[in-house]
């Protein structure tokens, strides 16, 4: 058997694209560019729970013209609880929090998008667009802590959705959990794309003296225009790289998160 070349997988990658992208446009689920500017998902399908698909198509009308671009929409969610548990022995955490649902982020290869799903929303521009935000988290999170029998470990945030992503400076919700935790003495471990997390130096700093935080950004390239048609929203690996500076600076044990490794453009 002959070996296989890169360039034929390149070819054999190509193909697939090509095919697929022939799919989205018979099926009317790509978006007009217009409209998703500042956005990485160019389709909006329905969720895979919906018992109907809608498609856009062009009646003639010129109505398509008409559509405005997708503004972020946010939602107050109640949740009952906050912290949400695991028992996988392939996680390295067994309980976590996200104080929002969906990202405004956007990362094009997230791996929460089909959660929208269950809210009868778009995996595609949805999951980025229409957002849910916590505000109870806090509150919840206290109740939660002063349970009897409670045994403390590291609370994982960022696993699902970014806790600082834009949406954060409105709503706060994570600034609020952190006081929380500072003042039960609880760890947290921190995953984010964000430089926001540097508005929270004087609590995690104040935690991190009693061994109770960590931070790690996540940096999936230096190419600033890679970056942004992967990640939209999300800062800007500079200043991702200045934000990790900060915290260390600050005595917050901080690391770099390198993933997704994309085979072809950050390997």
């Known amino acids: 058997m002959e070996p296989i070349m890169r360039a034929d997988i390149a070819a054999f990658g190509a193909g697939r694209a090509e095919m697929a992208n022939a799919m989205i446009e018979q099926s009317g689920m790509r978006v007009r ?21 809608r498609h856009v198509f062009d009646d003639g009308w010129s109505s398509l013209e008409e559509l405005p671009p997708f503004k972020t929409e946010v939602q107050v969610e109640k949740p009952r609880t906050i912290i949400t548990r695991n028992e996988s022995p392939d996680i390295s955490f067994d309980r976590s929090i996200n104080p929002y649902r969906g990202c405004e982020h956007g990362c094009v290869y997230c791996f929460a998008r089909p959660t929208h799903s269950f809210m009868g929303l778009s995996p595609g521009l949805d999951f980025e667009s229409k957002l849910f935000a916590k505000p109870d988290a806090a509150r919840l999170l206290d109740k939660e802590l002063s349970k009897d029998g409670y045994q403390p470990r590291t609370i994982a945030i960022g696993t699902n959705t970014d806790p600082y992503q834009p949406i954060e400076k409105q709503y706060r919700i ?27 130096i004087d609590i995690l700093s104040r935690m991190a003296e009693r061994g109770l935080a960590k931070v790690a950004l996540s940096v999936t390239t230096l190419d600033r225009m890679l970056a942004r048609t992967m990640e939209p929203r999300a800062s800007t690996p500079t200043k991702r790289l200045e934000a990790i500076r900060q915290l260390s600076d600050a005595g917050i044990p901080a690391s770099v998160m390198v993933a997704p490794i994309i085979p072809g453009l950050t390997d």
Request: aromatic fraction near 2%; hydrophobic fraction near 35%.
């Open 174 to 200: 994570m600034r609020e959990i952190l006081e929380v935790l500072e003042a039960r003495g609880h760890p947290v471990g921190i995953v984010t794309k964000s430089a926001l997390v540097v508005r929270d």
């Open 33 to 53: 560019p217009d409209r998703n500017r500042g956005r990485s998902a160019g389709i909006n399908p329905s969720g895979r729970f919906e018992p109907v698909s």
